[in-house]
């Protein structure tokens, strides 16, 4: 049964992470650590901030880390037992507690449409979100960027996209988007064009990696024939709910680092250096 509030968040993580080689080869991409923490962790952290009570990874083979590092380690526990080190766990710990975690394999890389449509089965007929965790996002001044996304939904009820300025040659590297500004920062969508180049570029709208989805997007996933690099894209299924005026472009409060880079992952590195490290 339908119903209107969002629960579960899907991260997309069966990719190889290349642009990281060979840091990558045995290691996924998302258990990375920023400062002392796996980038996915600070993913999870977003979505628990934001209400969500239920991750789904689409996972690939090789990444099982992922699942191990929201699960029991019983004999790490008791190795540290009684020790200061038990406080380093707490955080994690606290996500296991409030958050259900499952996994459903992606078994090709078929790109981030239909990694999204894998999780079907374990969404259903329900809005949902979904977090792609190289995108890092903080917001130091109020909720985090998925939270803010949420709350915009109780309002519009339809897919959201967060959006944010880049500059006009790094286009090609996104999903870019057009559209009314219908309040400040919010946009009602009519466009949408993944990896364009600048001549075909809308706008400098770059969406990043956070959505909200209707369910009806699974269909949309389903009927959407492969596009840029032969892969299934989000953001031509989305553009169909864009055509009917369901999707909405909103320039988030906060800062990304793209972790996918070398320089956003240094970046985004520093920043939580100076901002969450403790002694
Ligand atoms: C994906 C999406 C793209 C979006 C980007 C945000 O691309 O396809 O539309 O702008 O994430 O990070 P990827 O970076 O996976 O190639």
């Known amino acids: 049964m339908s119903q209107n509030r ?15 080689l060979p840091a990558t080869k045995a290691v ?18 977003e979505a628990v901030a934001a209400g969500l009570t239920q991750c789904c990874f689409i996972n690939g083979r ?10 029991r380690n019983v004999e790490l526990e ?3 037992q009684g020790s200061s080190k038990e406080l380093l766990l707490d955080g ?26 894998c999780s079907e089965p374990a969404v259903g007929d329900n809005p949902f ?31 959201i996209v967060a959006i944010e300025e880049v500059p006009s040659n790094q286009v090609s590297k996104y999903g870019v988007v057009d559209g009314d500004e219908i309040e ?27 959505y909200i989805l209707s369910p009806d997007i699974y ?4 009927d959407t024939k492969p596009g840029k690099s032969g892969e299934v894209q989000i953001t031509d299924a989305l553009m169909e709910q864009a055509r009917e005026g369901r999707v909405i472009g909103y320039q988030f409060k906060g800062k990304r680092f793209d972790c996918g880079s070398v320089r956003g992952y240094v970046a985004a590195t520093n920043y939580c250096f100076e901002q969450f490290y403790e002694d």
Not at 6 to 20: D, E, K, Q, Y
Not at 62 to 69: L, P, R
Not at 194 to 210: M, Q, Y
């Open 6 to 20: 969002i629960s579960t968040c899907v991260f997309p993580v069966a990719g190889f992470g290349s642009r990281f």
């Open 62 to 71: 090789h990444k099982q880390a992922i699942e191990n590092h929201f699960d």
């Open 219 to 222: 269909q949309l996933i389903g």
């Open 129 to 159: 979100a979904v977090i792609l965790p190289d995108d890092l996002c903080v917001n130091s001044h109020g909720p985090g960027v998925l939270a803010q996304m949420v709350e915009l939904y109780e309002k519009f009820q339809c897919s």
């Open 28 to 45: 996924p991409k998302e258990m990375l650590p920023v400062v002392d923490k796996p980038l996915i962790q600070y993913g999870v952290e």
């Open 78 to 80: 008791s190795s540290i």
């Open 92 to 117: 994690v710990n606290q996500l296991m507690e409030t958050c259900a975690f499952s996994s459903i394999r992606q078994l090709q890389a078929n790109g981030l449409g239909h990694a999204i449509g």
């Open 184 to 210: 400040e920062g919010i946009f009602r969508l009519h466009n949408m064009v993944e990896k364009p180049t600048v001549d075909e570029a809308p706008s400098n709208l770059a969406i990043i990696g956070r």
